[in-house]
Protein backbone atom coordinates (compact mmCIF):
# COMPACT_ATOMS: atom_id res chain seq x y z
CA UNK A 1 0.00 0.00 0.00
CA UNK A 2 2.10 3.82 -0.95
CA UNK A 3 2.48 5.86 1.71
CA UNK A 4 0.39 9.71 0.96
CA UNK A 5 3.67 12.33 -0.45
CA UNK A 6 2.40 15.63 -1.40
CA UNK A 7 2.55 15.86 -5.33
CA UNK A 8 5.31 17.90 -5.59
CA UNK A 9 7.72 15.20 -3.53
CA UNK A 10 5.96 12.49 -5.40
CA UNK A 11 8.27 10.60 -7.86
CA UNK A 12 6.74 10.39 -11.62
CA UNK A 13 6.97 6.43 -12.62
CA UNK A 14 6.24 5.20 -16.33
CA UNK A 15 6.49 1.89 -17.35
CA UNK A 16 8.15 1.04 -21.66
CA UNK A 17 7.94 -2.27 -22.74
CA UNK A 18 10.53 -3.35 -24.87
CA UNK A 19 9.29 -4.82 -27.96
CA UNK A 20 5.68 -3.35 -27.51
CA UNK A 21 3.65 -6.13 -28.28
CA UNK A 22 5.46 -9.06 -27.29
CA UNK A 23 4.47 -12.64 -28.15
CA UNK A 24 4.35 -16.05 -26.40
CA UNK A 25 8.23 -16.62 -25.09
CA UNK A 26 9.21 -13.48 -26.58
CA UNK A 27 12.29 -12.06 -24.08
CA UNK A 28 10.52 -8.77 -22.81
CA UNK A 29 12.35 -5.98 -21.75
CA UNK A 30 9.96 -4.00 -18.72
CA UNK A 31 12.15 -0.82 -17.83
CA UNK A 32 10.72 1.68 -14.66
CA UNK A 33 11.62 5.32 -15.28
CA UNK A 34 11.65 7.52 -12.34
CA UNK A 35 11.63 11.00 -11.77
CA UNK A 36 12.34 12.68 -8.38
CA UNK A 37 14.08 15.13 -6.20
CA UNK A 38 17.86 15.51 -6.73
CA UNK A 39 17.95 14.80 -2.72
CA UNK A 40 15.78 12.17 -2.09
CA UNK A 41 16.67 8.60 -2.79
CA UNK A 42 14.27 5.55 -4.55
CA UNK A 43 15.06 2.09 -3.67
CA UNK A 44 13.53 -0.36 -6.21
CA UNK A 45 14.83 -4.15 -6.56
CA UNK A 46 11.82 -5.71 -8.80
CA UNK A 47 12.63 -9.58 -8.65
CA UNK A 48 11.13 -12.85 -9.44
CA UNK A 49 8.76 -12.77 -6.33
CA UNK A 50 6.43 -9.98 -7.83
CA UNK A 51 7.17 -10.92 -11.62
CA UNK A 52 6.86 -14.36 -11.75
CA UNK A 53 3.44 -15.92 -10.77
CA UNK A 54 0.55 -17.77 -12.36
CA UNK A 55 -1.73 -15.19 -11.76
CA UNK A 56 0.55 -12.33 -14.31
CA UNK A 57 1.41 -15.19 -16.51
CA UNK A 58 4.95 -14.25 -16.81
CA UNK A 59 8.25 -15.85 -16.22
CA UNK A 60 10.97 -14.07 -15.02
CA UNK A 61 13.49 -14.18 -17.43
CA UNK A 62 17.36 -16.01 -17.01
CA UNK A 63 19.05 -13.55 -18.32
CA UNK A 64 18.84 -10.32 -16.79
CA UNK A 65 20.03 -6.62 -18.08
CA UNK A 66 23.01 -4.85 -16.53
CA UNK A 67 21.39 -2.59 -14.08
CA UNK A 68 22.97 0.82 -13.89
CA UNK A 69 21.31 2.95 -11.27
CA UNK A 70 22.72 6.05 -11.77
CA UNK A 71 20.97 9.31 -11.36
CA UNK A 72 20.73 11.46 -14.72
CA UNK A 73 19.77 15.53 -14.53
CA UNK A 74 16.32 15.59 -15.80
CA UNK A 75 15.85 19.44 -15.51
CA UNK A 76 13.95 21.38 -12.65
CA UNK A 77 15.88 20.03 -9.79
CA UNK A 78 15.21 16.74 -10.70
CA UNK A 79 16.88 13.49 -11.56
CA UNK A 80 15.71 10.18 -13.09
CA UNK A 81 16.33 6.91 -13.21
CA UNK A 82 15.94 3.31 -15.15
CA UNK A 83 15.75 0.30 -14.04
CA UNK A 84 15.48 -2.90 -16.47
CA UNK A 85 13.71 -6.10 -15.49
CA UNK A 86 13.59 -9.13 -18.54
CA UNK A 87 10.16 -11.03 -18.50
CA UNK A 88 8.80 -14.23 -20.73
CA UNK A 89 5.10 -14.01 -21.48
CA UNK A 90 3.83 -17.61 -21.14
CA UNK A 91 0.93 -19.19 -22.84
CA UNK A 92 -2.41 -17.28 -22.03
CA UNK A 93 -6.29 -16.83 -22.75
CA UNK A 94 -6.16 -13.16 -22.04
CA UNK A 95 -3.73 -9.98 -21.86
CA UNK A 96 -0.83 -10.69 -19.04
CA UNK A 97 -1.02 -7.69 -17.02
CA UNK A 98 2.05 -6.49 -14.55
CA UNK A 99 0.82 -5.90 -10.92
CA UNK A 100 2.07 -2.61 -9.23
CA UNK A 101 5.52 -3.36 -7.94
CA UNK A 102 6.49 -1.23 -4.73
CA UNK A 103 9.45 1.15 -4.10
CA UNK A 104 10.50 3.31 -1.13
CA UNK A 105 11.45 6.89 -1.38
CA UNK A 106 13.68 8.24 1.36
CA UNK A 107 13.40 12.30 1.62
CA UNK A 108 15.69 12.61 4.01
CA UNK A 109 12.77 13.63 6.45
CA UNK A 110 10.74 10.02 5.72
CA UNK A 111 10.61 7.66 3.92
CA UNK A 112 7.61 6.67 1.85
CA UNK A 113 6.15 3.81 -0.28
CA UNK A 114 5.04 4.35 -3.87
CA UNK A 115 3.71 1.78 -6.41
CA UNK A 116 4.35 1.50 -9.92
CA UNK A 117 1.92 1.70 -12.52
Known amino acids: MPD ?3 EDRAPRVTVRLEPEN ?5 RVRVT ?6 RDDRVEFDPGPGGLSAASVELEYAREQPERDRAARPD ?7 DVTVAVQ ?4 RRG ?8 RVSTGEEIARVCTP
Open 75 to 81: GGGRVST
Open 4 to 6: PLP
Open 96 to 103: VVIRPQPA
Open 22 to 26: PHVGD
Open 89 to 92: PLPR
Open 32 to 37: YHFVYR
